[in-house]
């Protein structure tokens, strides 16, 4: 409960769901980016309901940061107000839709991840952390079932679809280490049974995505090259200009009803 | 004689309200009438996704950004309803897709106009979904069972989408100024256009009398842009906004609003390609479909390879 | 040419336990399994639906409107089949 939580553990906690509502806001914003540029009609409406669960899942957990942080700050102050340098979204969020290919590549990454991070978050002491895994692990497992399919057909299609998976698969790789980093906070909330400790996720992770990835015929790339910052707000350009669009209208005039 | 037999059979069908089903005799200018009205609804839908589209990265608020991503995705499940629709008279959703991009089949001129403000957004969602729903009330009559059970659905989607946009205008005009004169000039731009929606005048009009006789549609475009007409006054009243037809006026005798004249040369000159994104709307249409190419074919390509292997 | 590979499929949806599957319309797919994800997005995206199936509309096979005399007619006079046709005592006759 939030009232029982001390000053300083609620700060962490809050700091911890911000993070959490970064990483889906911004993913969410990318795969709706497909909405109406699909490659068949079935796909537009598959795809913006993926989109819509991220959002939700934004809003709840903003949500929970505006109870946490008792202070004004709304739900939409977290998404619209603040800066490039100041969201703490993972990279591999960020990164823009791309082709189909790149885009499904990517859902497969971050799908196997959450659904693994989710599985831990459900047990968090922190009841509102754990309600919204609850609520969230179900999509993925949606997700994933789709990602999951999509890089099959993409990996053993045709000759030129193999080609993009594989690009795909090699140019995102490098993005994928930073989710199972810990850092000072992210071990606070690992210790105090609230958050997840992410490196005890790798070697599930890499198990899964390495058996998808060779069931779809795509090479597992070398460990050769790692970005890192997304938590420190040291992020990619496209996150600035993702921001500057996404926040335009809200920025204009800021502080009304909309 | 026995075609003259069934046309008077279908006739008298249709005369005593006994719906038309995707098995049924039916004349074939009804099929082509049905086909060219139905597939025009489904690229209407499609394409309105675009207008609305181009503010889902930028809605001001997370609130208003499901909503809204919700509402265009409902467009696609509306044309993709549609298509199906169509598909049960025998034509593929392929060779109408075909029509669309090359010019041979139409869309609601509607679309062709650019969304310039956010404030377009909620302007859509109250006029050319609220025109478009009154029409659609309508056609939950129509002969064709298949395309009156779309109907029955789509109204049923779409009243969320008017609700959301009369919504997104109220908080608007009951925001700053700045927000109420975004709201103005965007009622100011879409009043009129939402108008020419209904068509041209009955006497123009050059479907209508057989449409009328099978019963495909019910009422007249005049009729259902007076409903619309009569509906739409009290709500930009309650906005508090000013009306764009400055000769409307109540009609006690009609008990209807009497309203100005509409500039069929502008409906006749958006139509004929001088519409602001006529061709940026169908060029998005080709581009999105031909990148998708590579990716249908790898779908088709897998499915050839799993059934082999199962053989 | 949006879907110039694809399948056409028939989908049905029991919108609650205990009612029948009802058709609600059809769509593209790949295969059975693709048809069945694209239904849940297509046809369930306001909880309409429990449990869906979907049918290739190639493999169902319709009765045309010329053998409606020779389906369907013969049952018209045959109103013995039909509880109404039964008239009892008032006493009983919520049976």
Redesign the interface.
Known sequence: MVSDMNEETKQAVLNYTIRLGDDAVVIGHRIAEWCRNAPFLEEDLALSNVALDFIGRARMFYGYAEELADDGRKEDYFAYMRDHREYQNLLIMELPRGDFAYTMVRQLLVDVFNLYYLEQLISSTDETLAAIAGKAIKETRYHLRRSHEWVLRLGLGTDESKIRAQKAVDDIWGFTHELFDLDELEQQMADAGIGVDNRSLQQDWSAKVKSILEEASLIVPEDSWKVKGGREGYHTEYLGQMLNEMQCVHRANPGLEW | MVEIDQQQKFQNKIDAEIKIEPKDWMPEAYRKNLIRQISQHAHSEVIGMQPEGNWITRAPSLRRKAILLAKVQDEGGHGLYLYSTAETLGITREEMINALQDGSARYASIFNYPTQTWADVGAIGWLVDGAAIVNQISLQRTSYGPYSRSMVRICKEESFHQRQGYELMLTLSRGSEAQKAMAQDSLNRFYWPSLMMFGPHDTESAHSASSMKWKVKRETNDDLRQKFIDQTAPQIEFLGLQHPDKDLKWNDEKGQFDSGEINWDEFWRVINGDGHCNRQRVQHHINAHKEGAWVREAMASYQQKKKSKAA | ??????Q?FEIFLRSRRGLDHKH????????H??AL??AR??YT??SEGVSIWVVKSDDIC????DDSESFYDPSNDKPYRLATYYQLPDEVNNM
């Open positions: 040419m949006s879907a110039e590979n694809l056409l609600v319309g059809s769509l593209h797919a790949e295969d399994e693709q994800e694209y997005d297509v995206r306001r319709a009765s045309q409107e």
